[in-house]
C-alpha cells in the first residue's frame, strides 16, 4: 500500500523559514517526478515546486528563489526548503508524485493528506 507521509509543517513569522518532509513507501518512485502542491482556504490547489526522476526542476513564479525542492532517491523521500516566507505562503501543503514529468493536478497517481503551514505578519 502506497503511502505518502508530510511532515515539518507549522507557524512561522513573516521572513523565517521551513523545511517540508515527505516520506514515500510502499513502492520505489525513482521513475517517478515528486512535488508539492498548496491549497489556501477557499481557493483551488495549486502547483509550487516539482522535480523529474532526473533531477530537473520546476517551481511556480510565485516561489521561483524563495523555494528549493530536492529529493532523495534512497530514501524514497521529497523535500521543500521554504525560505523569505510570506502571509500569502500560509496554506496546506500536499506531497504527490506522477508518473508523468509535468504533474498535472489530473495526472498525480498518489497524494499526501497534507500539512499545514501559516505565516503570520
Known amino acids: 500500500q502506497v503511502q505518502l507521509v508530510e511532515s515539518g509543517g507549522g507557524l512561522v513569522q513573516a521572513g523565517g523559514s521551513l523545511r517540508l518532509s515527505c516520506a514515500a513507501s510502499g513502492r520505489t518512485f525513482s521513475n517517478y517526478a515528486m512535488g508539492w502542491f498548496r491549497q489556501a482556504p477557499g481557493k483551488e490547489r495549486e502547483f509550487v515546486a516539482r522535480?523529474?526522476?532526473?533531477?530537473?526542476?520546476y517551481y511556480a513564479d510565485s516561489v521561483k528563489g524563495r523555494f528549493t525542492i530536492s529529493r532523495d532517491y534512497f530514501n524514497n523521500t521529497v523535500y521543500l526548503q521554504m525560505n523569505s516566507l510570506k502571509p500569502e505562503d500560509t496554506a496546506v501543503y500536499f506531497c504527490?508524485?506522477?508518473?508523468?514529468?509535468?504533474?498535472?493536478?489530473?495526472?498525480?497517481?498518489?497524494w499526501g493528506k497534507g500539512t499545514q503551514v501559516t505565516v503570520s505578519s
Open positions: 504527490a508524485v506522477a508518473r508523468v514529468p509535468g504533474m498535472a493536478v489530473s495526472a498525480i497517481d498518489y
Open positions: 522535480i523529474t526522476s532526473g533531477r530537473n526542476t
